[in-house]
């Protein structure tokens, strides 16, 4: 299994700053990121993102297009991204007050780099949180998707084969296991047959 420790991550870093952008780059090396893009706009960001999805997405702001505060509320509502906002000290109050139900972390300049560096972590352990949700989320689709086959196949058993619900389930239980194959590819034959 997979441990958190060995995952790669990947981040957009959203800012015109050269110096700003150099010094994430640097706090970040060696730290699982082996994805590393930068945008200098918001509207380049908005772009990037239809091509790839990023673990973590850290906007400072104020952006060449806009504040940025709306460019974060907005990626916040289409991706599962975590967001980190570095701000002017003096709106970081306001930035915060304004994002703070999307889940996004505001850090306030200047900065350090044990912040950011334990700002970045977090977002990584809510993204691996996420990452298992995500998950089992897929799982218990896939069995609902799974339970509706077998059922409508048994449906078709009872209405065509003129079995009980009970004979239904057991021919199926048992044709599967006989032919060494899961009740979802019988049940899925089964319909096929008869529609």
């Known amino acids: ?57 850290l906007v400072n702001t104020p952006l060449p297009d806009e504040f940025g505060g709306d460019f974060v509320m907005d990626i916040c509502t289409r991706y599962t991204s975590g967001v980190l906002v570095i701000t002017p000290g003096d709106v970081a109050d306001d930035i915060t007050e304004r994002v703070i139900d999307y889940g996004v972390v505001v850090l306030a300049k200047p900065l350090t780099n044990r912040a950011l560096a334990r ?3 977090h977002l990584i352990a809510i993204r691996n949180k996420m990452r298992e949700t995500e998950k089992k989320v897929l799982t218990l689709e896939e069995r609902i998707k799974e339970i509706r086959i077998v059922n409508q196949a048994k449906c078709l058993l009872i209405e065509k084969e003129h079995m009980t619900e009970e004979e239904a389930h057991r021919h199926l239980t048992k044709t599967a296991m006989d032919r060494c194959i899961s009740k979802k590819i019988l049940a899925e034959e089964i319909i096929e047959r008869w529609e």
């Open 1 to 57: 299994m997979e441990k958190a420790s060995d995952r790669m991550y990947s981040i957009l870093i959203v800012s015109q700053s050269e110096q700003l952008n150099s010094f994430v780059k640097k706090v970040i090396s060696g730290a699982h990121f082996n994805t590393i893009e930068v945008r200098r706009s918001a509207a380049q960001a908005a772009q990037e993102l239809l091509n790839r999805h990023f673990d973590v997405i």
């Open 119 to 121: 700002n970045l972590r």
